[in-house]
């Protein structure tokens, strides 16, 4: 690993500050779970390490039943996974982050450096797609909201500029009648995913579709929301012919890249399989 | 340049200074000498690193010394009460817990940041609990069985206390 | 057998309270003052000739103390364990005109930390030339393959061809009722110990050195060191400390040994050599592919008349302990069955890739995959129940391998049978609801190998047992624990012998100049061969201390005296005793202070090719297949093992266990993934190793108790055998769940539903026929 420099700002605004006078000589240290990887690989150099870690001020969960649910940057995985908040409103969320990575990568990693990191197989964007979450992102012009399934852009890119931060995960309070669900598939269990699928359904009184929502991991460069396979339900009562529709609609969206441990053919099967079990499921915990 | 950094390691406070690339395990080891948590792979995913950093474990490969700036550190040097074992280390000695013994500091840590957090875990929630922790000498069996063990026995311990 | 006090009792382990504490120290935690750090520079091509290494730059870097190459600052000595047959040796420490694979050391340098050595080795600067390469055995046979070795016994880079043949192969073929030949491919796995390679080395000056280092065989590191750095070999002391496992990947001479050597010589300072994990995998070993064929002949009734074995084995580019992989493969074939007609060809091929070498198993795990999975297929095609037909085709105690080995004890019969008792393996088999299913797998292994390839003039175990004046024992052996539980076997051993608790024994091992030499850990030799050098050596200090009692206590002659429980005592009269350490202290004064000392050693007579003893074993499987996905999840695990007589029981568990569980990461997830000779995927985050989620929840494992006569207390092996029947075992239990047979290693869940599809495709294709 290279030398740097480091700096901890005590609030989001020092922050900016020492990001929009470094610019690209900066980089921001959330958990460090992923980045000292990366700086230890020599796979990049910054000057100096900002880090946001410590920064209580954008370490919080809070819900109300009008906004719904804001969960700061800093959040460790591991605050998600116990808050009393999330299991109440949210119990898919702490599910899946009770599976993400290892004990000690919750521990100490954020929620937001999860998103940042934009790794395409990545647990946490497609459930937040699919609970129709917002990104808040601050920077030195101030802030600015944008859905989380326009926060990507490519492979460990994401829409922010050098100076600005994510500070703030926005999620609406689930309507009535909506079951979630979202599982992966691994070969090995702590793993990180192979491919994964989150799916949302809301009923309408008369059990017809009003929203659904899929979206997948490990399928595309960033997390593939696919509002395609998503329209085949609107208006619709939620059969197994109509999953098998939307499934195959999907499987067109994906574009898998094979590695060394699946092919691509298989991936886009095996994320199949996984919306077709994630509708079920869903629509299952509708009651 | 090197920077200070005040915390607190198995209840002693520590300031040293330290380069701001230097890692936990790299301060803990290389700087003030304890030998107790091992590198096995230096990137997060073999849990040999394993500390406690406020009661939870973190791979201390994986965290930036300075980052814990204000933090207690636990490592397996600060599990035994002098001479008096931690019911987990008693476990493990009787239960066949350890083979090589390069995971095992690590691997006691991991059990006790899931016993600070559940005292009476499950065999699968043990199981889920040392997904971060290789083994490659025991396939687990053995360290599951002493976990579970370890927290009947502290399960015992409050109970007489 | 309850008139043990030690031997199979519930004992906690030596070295646990150090372990559980973190003061247990390994190598890598050893630091001396003016400790330099040493790094190794590796070529990035796969087969290139080394036209010039420039080192000025590095030399002139501040910090840098030494920088060393082949050609300037070794010797250049071909070594490795195979002192016997020198045709072999052909790995030097650094490259010395040529690489042969992406990872070989080519330079390295001693520097004041670790940021200055990994500086210098980038301006270290190599011209190469490259050579074409080839990377797959049966290719780099082929004429006009590019050519890795050029030594004279090397023909299209086979390296070394093994065969043994007895019975009449051919003829018996004629005569079975049936003769079916499969093909199976084995991949390639690391050993991947937790505790990465690294060594330290100090000069003493005057041709003496001291090296710390993980190893499993400290005498041949002593004694090819010796031969590598052309010093004496009693002048180099190697000390090992705790190991952080090996599995086979630390019995040679390594690099990092040789190099924190010659640096620690050049700069006179200690040097620390230590691997990082990409390392590890990019310089380190592993276990060898195969492709296997089995030519098989058969009767009607199931016996198996006739079997002939060809395999083509991925050797790397070094031998390393290839051969013996190659031999021991063949040889495994056979086990744990009676085959009365049996052919063997291996040959050993060099490839542009890591050496591979001796791994849990030692070439069996690939032998029994494809035996497991054939008798499976031959149980299917007659319509017999596999366990059945391995019922009738296993060995018997007894048995004898022409010219090759003698069976003594064999437990293989009531190790299927309580296997299968266990599981309800009769309810289950064929029985389990579609997707799930149960396999067996059966095996046999040796208990210490009877090969002496480092040509050592020394026994293959010797012993030390020192009585002190108190009653408190010193044990000195040079056998290696490297965390199997050899060293608390060695105290059992004693303390039951002579009769003293556990806790006034004292184990003094892992040192080269106070230890007796001896072969190290591997092929599961140290408790039966360890066992029987301090068993003899217990026999001297007893006849001196019954000589001792004799006199004191009356007119019994020596051999009618026992040590139990603290005391001596006439046999036949135990009421009639004395204290242990009145008799010590008497028989001390009544011999002018002289120390009371016995000595041992072991060394096998007569006892075959292979190994003075061999263990068995029976494994059943459960399985559930995902036929969505192919996913493969083991429900349960039984194993029936047959080690003799159980001496640390807890042990034996747990060897069992872990022997499993790689032997399942073997089969499922763990594939060492080249492209061109550059390893893809040389991580822990990227090799897939299993983890505690993944076990199976339940696991059996039920010891078969024989008496082994070679054996110490009728003591054999316990702990490798169990890694070699793991993946024909799962193979078949996938088979019975899903109808797909996997020949093709490792069984991913792909090729189970690519698998899957065939199948259906066949079954659709056949109904379009009818
Ligand atoms: C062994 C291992 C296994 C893993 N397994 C999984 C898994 O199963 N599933 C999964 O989803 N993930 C997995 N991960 C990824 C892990 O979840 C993330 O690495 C972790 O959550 C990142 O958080 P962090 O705080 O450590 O981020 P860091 O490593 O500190 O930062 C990651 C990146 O985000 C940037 N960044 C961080 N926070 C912000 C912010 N607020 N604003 C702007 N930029 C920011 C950093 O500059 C850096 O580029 C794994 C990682 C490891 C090492």
Not at chain 3, 267 to 287: A, D, H, I, N, Q
Not at chain 3, 292 to 303: F, Q, V
Not at chain 3, 527 to 543: K, P, S, Y
Request: hydrophobic share 40%; charged share 25%.
């Amino acid at each position: 690993m290279r030398d740097f420099d480091y700096i901890a700002p005590k609030t989001v605004e020092e922050t900016i500050k020492v990001l929009s006078e470094y610019k690209d000589d900066a980089k921001i240290i959330a958990g460090g779970q992923s980045l000292l990887n990366i700086l230890k690989q020599d796979l990049m150099a910054p000057e100096i390490l900002v880090d946001i870690k410590n920064l209580s001020e954008l370490d919080y969960i809070t819900y109300d039943d009008k906004d719904g649910m804001k969960i700061g940057a800093t959040t460790t995985h591991h605050a998600v996974e116990t808050s009393p908040l999330v299991l109440e409103h949210y119990p898919i969320l702490a599910e899946m982050e009770h599976t993400l990575a290892f004990p000690q990568t919750r521990n100490w990693g954020t929620i937001g450096g999860n998103l940042c990191i934009q790794d395409p197989t990545g647990d946490v964007a497609p459930i937040l797609i699919a609970l129709k979450a917002t990104v808040k992102i601050v920077g030195p012009n101030g802030e600015r909201t944008l859905p989380m399934e326009d926060f990507s852009v490519d492979y460990y890119e994401t829409v922010l500029e050098e100076d600005e931060i994510l500070a703030e995960i926005q999620i609406p309070a689930v309507a009535p009648k909506t079951g979630i669900a979202y599982s992966k598939f691994r070969i090995v269990e702590g793993d990180a995913p192979i491919v994964g699928a989150a799916v949302a359904f809301t009923l309408n009184e008369d059990g017809t579709c009003a929203d659904a929502r899929i979206a997948t991991n490990g399928t595309a460069p960033i997390p593939l929301r696919i509002p395609d396979a998503e329209a085949v339900f609107k208006g619709k009562k939620i059969t197994d012919a109509l999953i098998e529709e939307a499934v195959e609609i999907a499987g067109e969206a994906m574009e898998c890249i094979p590695d060394i441990v699946a092919s691509d053919e298989y991936k886009k099967r095996v994320a199949k399989v996984y919306v077709k079990r994630m509708a079920k499921k869903a629509l299952s915990q509708i009651q | 340049m090197k920077k200070i950094l005040n915390f607190t390691l198995n209840g002693d406070p520590y300031e040293v200074a330290v380069k701001p690339k230097t890692t936990l395990i790299e301060l803990i080891r290389d700087e003030i000498g304890l030998t107790g948590p091992k590198v096995g792979c230096n990137a997060g995913a073999c849990g040999a690193c394993t500390v406690l950093v406020d009661g939870k474990a973190v791979d201390s490969c994986s965290v930036l010394a300075l980052q814990v700036e204000g933090h207690h550190v636990e490592t397996v040097e600060g599990l035994a009460d002098g001479e008096k074992l931690h019911p987990l280390q008693e476990a493990f000695l009787d239960d066949g817990g350890y083979q090589c013994g390069f995971c095992t500091p690590g691997m006691l840590m991991a059990a006790k940041s899931l016993l600070n957090e559940n005292p009476d875990p499950s065999i699968h929630e043990i199981r889920h609990g040392l997904s971060g922790n290789l083994c490659r000498c025991t396939g687990y069996v053995r360290i599951i069985d002493s976990i579970h063990d370890a927290a009947q026995r502290m399960k015992k311990e409050g109970g007489e206390s | 057998m309850s008139e043990f006090s030690v031997i199979g009792k519930p004992i906690r382990r030596i070295d646990g309270v150090e372990k559980v504490t973190g003061a247990a120290q390994y190598t890598t935690d050893i630091k001396l003052p003016g400790m330099l750090v040493g790094k190794m520079l590796r070529s990035p091509h796969p087969h290139a000739k080394i036209l010039n290494i420039d080192t000025h730059a590095a030399e002139k870097l501040p910090g840098v103390k030494a920088v060393i190459t082949g050609p300037r600052d070794t010797l250049g000595v071909k070594y490795s364990n195979w002192r016997r047959y020198p045709h072999l040796m052909d790995e030097t420490a650094l490259a010395m005109d040529r690489v042969r694979y992406i990872g070989e050391p080519v330079a390295a340098v001693a520097a004041i930390d670790n940021d200055v050595a990994e500086e210098a080795l980038s301006l270290i600067e190599v011209e190469y030339e490259i050579l074409p390469a080839v990377f797959d055995p049966l290719e780099a046979m082929k004429d006009g393959a590019p050519k890795i070795h050029e030594g004279p016994t090397v023909r299209n880079n086979v390296s070394e061809a093994r065969h043994f043949e007895f019975g009449n192969v051919d003829e018996a073929f004629k005569t079975c009722d049936y003769v079916r030949e499969d093909t199976f491919y084995l991949h390639s796995v690391v050993h991947a110990f937790i505790e990465p390679y690294n060594s330290v080395a100090r000069y003493e000056g005057d041709g003496h050195l001291t090296l710390w280092t993980t190893t499993q065989t400290p005498y041949y590191i002593q004694t090819l060191l010796a031969m590598a750095l052309g010093l004496k070999e009693g002048n180099i002391r190697i000390i090992k400390p705790h190991v952080g496992g090996g599995f086979g990947g630390k019995m040679e001479l390594f690099s990092d040994q040789v190099v924190a050597s010659i640096l620690s010589m050049k700069t006179g300072k200690p040097v620390k050599v230590e691997l990082t994990r990409e390392e590890c995998f990019e310089g380190g070993r592993r276990r060898h592919p195969m492709y296997y064929t089995l030519k098989t002949g058969y009767m009607k009734d199931g016996r198996i008349i006739a079997k002939e074995a060809k395999l083509y084995t991925d050797g790397g580019a070094y031998n390393a302990m290839g051969p013996t992989s190659l031999y021991l493969s063949g040889f495994f074939q056979m086990f744990p069955y009676n085959i009365p007609n049996y052919r063997y060809d291996g040959f050993h091929v060099y490839t542009n890739k890591i050496p591979a070498t001796a791994m849990r198993g030692f070439g069996g795990p690939q032998a029994e995959f494809t035996c497991d999975s054939q008798i499976d297929m031959i149980a299917e095609h007659l319509g017999m129940d596999p366990a059945e037909i391995r019922l009738k085709n296993r060995m018997e105690p007894g048995h004898v391998i022409p010219g090759l080995a003698k069976v003594e004890s064999c437990g293989i019969k009531e190790c299927i049978e309580r296997a299968m008792e266990s599981t309800g393996w009769k309810e289950k088999k064929g029985k389990l609801p579609k997707g799930r299913g149960i396999g067996m797998g059966c095996y046999g292994f040796m208990s210490g190998g009877v090969f002496n390839w480092i040509n050592s003039p020394y026994a293959y175990s010797g012993a030390m047992v020192r009585v002190n004046v108190d009653g408190t024992v010193n044990v000195y052996i040079g056998s290696a624990e490297i965390g199997q539980g050899s060293d608390t076997v060695a105290a059992q051993i004693v303390a039951e012998k002579l009769g003293v608790p556990m806790s006034d024994i004292n184990v003094i091992r892992g040192d080269t100049h106070t230890c007796p030499p001896d072969l190290g850990a591997w092929g599961s030799r140290q408790t039966l061969m360890v066992g029987n050098a301090l068993i003899m050596a217990c026999d001297q200090v007893l006849e001196k201390l019954y000589k001792t009692a004799a006199a004191l206590m009356g007119p019994n002659v020596v051999y009618d005296y026992a040590a139990k429980d603290g005391r001596i005592f006439i046999k036949e009269r135990p009421e009639r005793g004395l204290d242990f350490v009145e008799v010590v202290k008497a028989a001390i004064r009544a011999d002018e202070g002289n120390q009371i000392i016995g000595r041992g050693y072991y060394t096998p007579h007569d006892k075959g090719m292979v190994s003075p003893a061999y263990s068995f074993g029976a494994q059943v499987a459960e399985v559930e297949v995902d036929e969505e996905t192919g996913k493969v999840t083991l429900l349960q695990v039984t194993t029936a093992h047959d080690c003799g007589q159980v001496i640390n029981e807890l042990g034996v568990e747990g060897q069992l266990e872990g022997a499993f569980v790689m032997g399942q990461g073997y089969t499922l997830s763990e594939n060492l993934v080249t492209d061109q000779g550059k390893i893809l995927n040389p991580s822990f985050v990227d090799y897939k190793l299993m983890r505690a989620p993944d076990v199976p929840e339940n696991f059996t494992s039920l010891m078969v108790e024989t008496y082994e006569p070679e054996g110490p207390f009728g003591a054999k092996e316990a702990g490798e055998g169990l890694t070699n029947p793991n993946a024909g075992c799962i193979a078949n239990a996938i088979y019975d769940a899903i109808g797909v047979r996997i020949t093709d290693m490792p069984i991913t869940p792909e090729k189970i539903l690519k698998a899957l599809d065939e199948k259906k495709k066949k079954r659709q294709k056949d109904k379009r026929n009818e």
